[in-house]
């Protein structure tokens, strides 16, 4: 993943920015390009480590009918064997998919950012509504 686009997943987590931004890259991307953006976003997910608790949340954050496929499916639980199933589904779930997973890091994340605000080590946890802070994220 770019690193422009995972500070903009981290800013989200924040609250810095709302999901719109991220939306839009993602449904312009190609179908093997999503798959690919899901995987990174699937990995950052499970840094942020989520729980079950989280996910009646993130469906409410998601604006997505708990009936959706991706829903019912994340209602399973959040074992990376039902977050692998998610990110596997055909092409017109993709967006849903998008969504939800962005919503659930973003409940995880939080949880996160509280106790590991501004560590000097973990770049995704300084205040990202800064953009003198974004400067001095390292450019790998």
């Not at 770019?2 to 931004?21: A, D, F, R, T």
């Not at 949340?57 to 209602?75: D, F, N, Q, R, W």
């Not at 199933?85 to 017109?92: D, F, G, S, T, V």
């Not at 000097?120 to 205040?127: L, V």
């Amino acid at each position: 993943m770019k690193l422009e686009y995972e500070i903009l997943i981290n800013k989200y987590g924040q609250g810095v920015i709302n999901s719109e931004p991220l939306l839009l890259n993602f449904e312009g991307l190609e179908v093997a390009s999503k798959g690919d953006f899901l995987n990174d976003l699937l990995f950052l997910l499970q840094q942020s480590k989520p729980t079950d608790s989280g996910i009646e949340p993130a469906i409410l954050e998601s604006g997505l009918k708990p009936s959706y496929t991706p829903c019912v499916l994340l209602g399973k639980g959040v074992s990376s064997h039902n977050l692998e199933r998610l990110i596997k589904l055909p092409e017109n779930e993709l967006t849903k998919v998008f969504l939800l997973l962005l919503s659930l890091f973003k409940i995880a994340y939080q949880k996160r950012f509280a106790t590991e605000k501004n560590h000097p080590d973990k770049w995704w946890y300084w205040d990202l509504s800064e953009e003198i802070i974004i400067s001095k994220i390292p450019q790998n």
